[in-house]
T-cell receptor
Framework: GQNIDQPTEMTATEGAIVQINCTYQTSGFNGLFWYQQHAGEAPTFLSYNVLDGLEEKGRFSSFLSRSKGYSYLLLKELQMKDSASYLCAVRYGNTGKLIFGQGTTLQVKP | DSGVTQTPKHLITATGQRVTLRCSPRSGDLSVYWYQQSLDQGLQFLIHYYNGEERAKGNILERFSAQQFPDLHSELNLSSLELGDSALYFC?????????????FGPGTRLLVL
C-alpha cells in the first residue's frame, strides 16, 4: 500500500513553533506536498518538496528526507488563524495522482 | 481564491438518484483532478483528465463517471446514489499533467444523500 501517516491532532500556543510530521512509503516516491485546510473549505497549497532538505516560505517551512520516507511541516510564530487541518500528500510514479494522509488537526490556543 | 470554480456548492438528493457536479479549471490549466473527502476516509483521489483524455484512475466506483470537455471544464457524474456517497467533492487543476506540478483546489461541492 501507500499509507501516509501523520498525527491526528496537535495543540500549540499562539506565538510558539509546532512541527507536524509525516511518514510515507518510499517506493515510487515522486514528490510531497503540504496543504492547509480549514473546516469545510478547499485545501490550499503550502509547500512542495521533491529533493532532500528544507524549503522555507515565510512562517512555514517543510523538510524532506527521501531515504527515511519522512517529512515535516514547521510553523513558526503561530497565529490563531493557523488553526486548521494540515494535509500531507505524496505523489507516486509519473501520474498526477496524489495520496493524502488523514490530516493533522492543529488547534492554536491563546 | 484558487481560480478553480465548482457548481453547485451544495446538493441534497435521495438514494438511487443521479447528480452531476461541474468544475471549471484555472485559466490556462489543462489538467483536472477529482477527489472525494468523507469524514472517515480523508481525501481520496478519484480520477485525472488532461486535455480531454483520462490520465489516471483512483478508487472511483463504477457508478461514478467523469469527462473533460473541449473547453476544459469537467463533469463528475454520480449515479444510483447511496447514503455513503455523502461527502465533499473537490476538483483541482494544474497547468499540465506532469508529476511535479501543484494542484489548486476548487471550493468543493457538498453532497448529502438522504
Amino acid at each position: 500500500g501507500q499509507n501516509i501517516d501523520q498525527p491526528t491532532e496537535m495543540t500549540a500556543t499562539e506565538g510558539a513553533i509546532v512541527q507536524i510530521n509525516c511518514t510515507y512509503q518510499t517506493s515510487g516516491f515522486n514528490g510531497l506536498f503540504w496543504y492547509q485546510q480549514h473546516a469545510g473549505e478547499a485545501p490550499t497549497f503550502l509547500s512542495y518538496n521533491v529533493l532532500d532538505g528544507l524549503e522555507e516560505k515565510g512562517r512555514f517551512s517543510s523538510f524532506l528526507s527521501r531515504s527515511k520516507g519522512y517529512s515535516y511541516l514547521l510553523l513558526k510564530e503561530l497565529q490563531m488563524k493557523d488553526s486548521a487541518s494540515y494535509l500531507c500528500a505524496v505523489r507516486y510514479g509519473n501520474t498526477g495522482k496524489l495520496i493524502f494522509g488523514q490530516g493533522t488537526t492543529l488547534q492554536v490556543k491563546p | 481564491d484558487s481560480g478553480v470554480t465548482q457548481t453547485p456548492k451544495h446538493l441534497i438528493t435521495a438514494t438511487g438518484q443521479r447528480v452531476t457536479l461541474r468544475c471549471s479549471p484555472r485559466s490556462g490549466d489543462l489538467s483536472v483532478y477529482w477527489y472525494q473527502q468523507s469524514l472517515d476516509q480523508g481525501l481520496q483521489f478519484l480520477i485525472h483528465y488532461y486535455n480531454g483524455e483520462e490520465r489516471a484512475k483512483g478508487n472511483i466506483l463504477e457508478r461514478f463517471s467523469a469527462q473533460q470537455f473541449p473547453d476544459l471544464h469537467s463533469e463528475l457524474n454520480l449515479s444510483s446514489l447511496e447514503l455513503g456517497d455523502s461527502a465533499l467533492y473537490f476538483c483541482a487543476s494544474s497547468v499540465g499533467g506532469t508529476s511535479e506540478e501543484t494542484q489548486y483546489f476548487g471550493p468543493g461541492t457538498r453532497l448529502l444523500v438522504l
